[in-house]
């Protein structure tokens, strides 16, 4: 009996099935919804039609009323021109009124408002015989008091006027001044009645589908022409007609019933449109169920690729034919320093390519892209550069993409950053310089030695030699004075001291070179020096006389600056004074092609500042050897200490690393810097003897 799936295997299954048809059943609501919104949006946008047009009807009516008025006031100013008789007025008057069913009554009133004349419309029974019209006369008053202060018609309100028939008319009065050379002659008074007014002044085309009425401000209903039907919605319009001296409201309603389910065409084809949507939806569900399963296995497959991708170190790029970016892996990203919304969809020139090699790598990529030189199998070099700018050597190996119709669209290049690689190939080049370094420092110390030893029975002989040459003769000239007298040997006494000085310098000289050739062993055999306090003038003095000879020559000031005061330090005299003399030779042969003026070699002692080592303080000394040269390059500069290394046709590049190290051994620093306006300035610090040092504290 095979065991039953645990319920946990069912629930992703269950989850997604749920969200699915929760999906379905919104995009159906949706649908409704859009359905139910498209007929109301169609049924108001027919009502807003019905709406409007019943505005421009009641606008078109209110227009037909006013332009009748201002006829009849016209027609009413025509019957008083030429001094009419009562008689002729009265026949002019009934001809009106036929033509003029609004009107039902014309009256020829005096200054005074008496009636001279008058005629009724001949459609009705008179309309004043129930209550006469007397009632009537303060409207005419008022009608006539406001035209007489407007100089023209005036208008009544509305009032109700009873008939024998037992209804009654709606109607208004018009009072028209007469003036004739600026007197007032009389006036000429009109009754209206509203329902007539509706019934024949307002196109009769107009009214076949709405009712048309008279109201107050309020609503209340003067006049009404038409018949509402009932049942069916109401669509109301209202538009004020302001008379002079009175004012009314002309209200119109349309009984045409609101649109039907299908009102119109644009409905219909909505609702088509809805159902051919939902025949497609249903035939998209079957088919989304297809697709379901193809993504899920599509996600599956770019998902393990992803993680294949993201987990390489080497880094990936895509370009189409026209060299747009259209993939980075994230190895890449890292390399480069910028993001894939940075890169992809760039064309050249790229963001990570040296803005000096720029134009290269474009002629490159044209070439690339044309297809006419395929890139080597195995790669080639280039160097990239990184979003803070830094450039590193990369590896790159290129190949065409090509898609599942064998058309190539695009490249697919592959980057190996090689910075590594160089930096060990870089150290495995220093260790072997090294290693060269070391062996011909290892045979210069055995050369060293072996002259050491074969050179200082020469110099001892040249000192032993130098010095019996002075005893012999001392001797030689005492001799001579006695036995000769003072005249014959006054020219060789003369001469004495002279050869006496150059003999005692020559042995000097040799028992200097002598000490220099037993410090050099000793330092290349690294044994403990022999250190001694010495004063910083005496270092100074010492090599002098050379440096005063070299100056000579080369035609170069030498300026000895020494601060007063200065305590003895504690060092090796001999080496030091190398030091000294090979850094004052190095300036002034600096200054071999500076002008004679600017021929200037100031060496100075002075107690240690800001330019001394990392915990000199005042048991330190500075000295330092200044020029006037044309300076150090940048490229020499790192490798100025460098053994073997030199600028000189004949020199060897051991002098300032020799001298470095003498510095060092002595636990002093050596550098230099720039000398201002032009030049360089050696430096170095030597320890005050400890004595002294102890005893100032």
């Known amino acids: 009996m095979s065991a039953a799936a645990p319920p946990a295997a069912f629930a992703p299954r269950y989850v997604s099935a749920y969200l699915r048809w929760s999906l379905w059943a919104l995009l159906v609501a949706l649908v409704a919804a859009l359905l139910v919104t498209l007929v109301w949006l169609a049924g108001r946008y027919e009502a807003s039609q019905v709406q409007s047009k019943l505005e421009r009807d009641t606008a078109d009516a209110l227009g037909d009323i006013r332009a009748a008025f201002t006829r009849n006031v016209q027609t009413l100013q025509a019957l008083q021109s030429g001094h009419p008789t009562t008689a002729s007025w009265i026949d002019e008057s009934a001809r009106l009124l036929r033509e003029h069913r609004e009107w039902i009554r014309l009256e020829w009133r005096d200054a005074g408002l008496g009636t ?227 890169l992809l969809g760039n064309t050249t020139p790229a963001p990570y390519w040296p803005p000096e090699l720029a134009g290269d790598y474009q002629k490159r990529q044209d070439v690339r892209l044309a297809g006419q030189h395929a890139p080597p199998r195995e790669g080639f070099e280039s160097v990239f550069m990184r979003k803070d700018g830094s450039r590193f050597p990369v590896l790159i190996i290129e190949a065409p993409l090509i898609n599942h119709h064998g058309v190539q669209t695009g490249w697919m290049s592959a980057f190996l950053d090689i910075s590594e690689q160089r930096r060990v190939e870089e150290l495995s080049r220093a260790s072997q310089d090294r290693l060269q370094a070391t062996a011909r420092l290892a045979t210069v110390g055995e050369m060293a030695s072996l002259l050491s030893h074969e050179l200082n029975q020469p110099l001892a002989a040249i000192s032993s030699y130098a010095t019996g040459s002075i005893n012999l003769l001392k001797s030689q000239l005492a001799a001579q004075a006695a036995t000769a007298g003072h005249d014959a040997g006054g020219g060789a006494m003369d001469a004495m001291p002279d050869i006496e000085v150059a003999m005692q310098r020559i042995a000097e000289q040799a028992e200097r070179a002598g000490k220099v050739i037993k410090s050099v062993h000793d330092f290349v055999r690294r044994r403990d020096k022999e250190r001694e306090p010495v004063a910083p003038l005496a270092l100074l003095d010492a090599i002098m006389p050379l440096v005063s000879l070299q100056a000579r020559k080369l035609g170069v000031r030498v300026d000895i600056r020494v601060q007063p005061g200065l305590p003895t330090v504690l060092c090796d005299r001999t080496m030091v004074e190398q030091v000294l003399l090979n850094l004052a030779r190095n300036a002034m042969q600096a200054m071999d092609q500076a002008p004679p003026a600017h021929r200037s070699l100031v060496i100075e002692a002075r107690r240690s500042g800001a330019s001394a080592p990392a915990g000199a303080g005042k048991g330190w000394l500075e000295f330092s050897v ?63 003897d400890p004595a002294i040092s102890h005893r100032s504290s």
Not at 629 to 649: D, H, M, N, S, Y
Request: proline share 6%; net charge neutral.
């Open 116 to 342: 001279r004349a008058f005629a009724d419309s001949p459609y009705r029974s008179p309309p004043f015989a129930r209550l006469g019209r007397a009632n009537a006369q303060p409207d005419v008053a008022l009608a006539c008091a406001n035209g007489r202060r407007v100089s023209g018609p005036a208008y009544s309100s509305s009032y109700f006027l009873p008939q024998l028939d037992g209804l009654g008319l709606e109607v208004m009065e018009l009072c028209l001044p007469q003036v004739s050379a600026g007197q007032l002659t009389g006036y000429v008074v009109a009754t209206y009645s509203l329902s007539e007014i509706l019934a024949g002044l307002v196109g009769p085309q107009l009214m076949r589908s709405q009712d048309v009425s008279f109201t107050e401000a309020d609503g209340t209903r003067l006049a009404l022409h038409g018949t509402a039907r009932r049942g069916n919605r109401v669509f109301t319009s209202q538009q004020l007609l302001d008379l002079p001296g009175n004012t009314m409201v002309l209200r119109m309603d349309s009984w045409r019933g609101a649109p039907d389910l299908f009102p119109n065409v644009l409905t219909a084809l909505v609702t088509a449109m809805s159902i051919a949507l939902v025949s497609v939806l249903v035939l998209l569900g079957k088919d989304t169920r297809r697709r379901l399963r193809a993504e899920q296995d599509l996600a599956d497959a770019l998902a393990f690729r992803k993680a294949m991708e993201d987990s390489l170190v080497t880094g990936l790029r895509a370009r189409d034919l026209q060299g747009r970016i259209t993939y980075v892996n994230p190895a890449f990203c890292a390399m480069v320093g910028f993001t894939p919304e940075e």
């Open 626 to 688: 200044a020029d006037l040269g044309p300076g150090i390059p940048a490229e020499i500069q790192r490798q100025l200490f460098t053994p073997f290394f030199t600028t000189k046709a004949e020199g060897m590049g051991l002098g300032l690393s020799m001298c470095r190290t003498v510095v060092e051994q002595h636990g002093g620093f050596l550098g230099f810097e720039a000398n201002r306006p032009q030049g360089t300035i050696f430096k170095f610090t030597l320890p005050v």
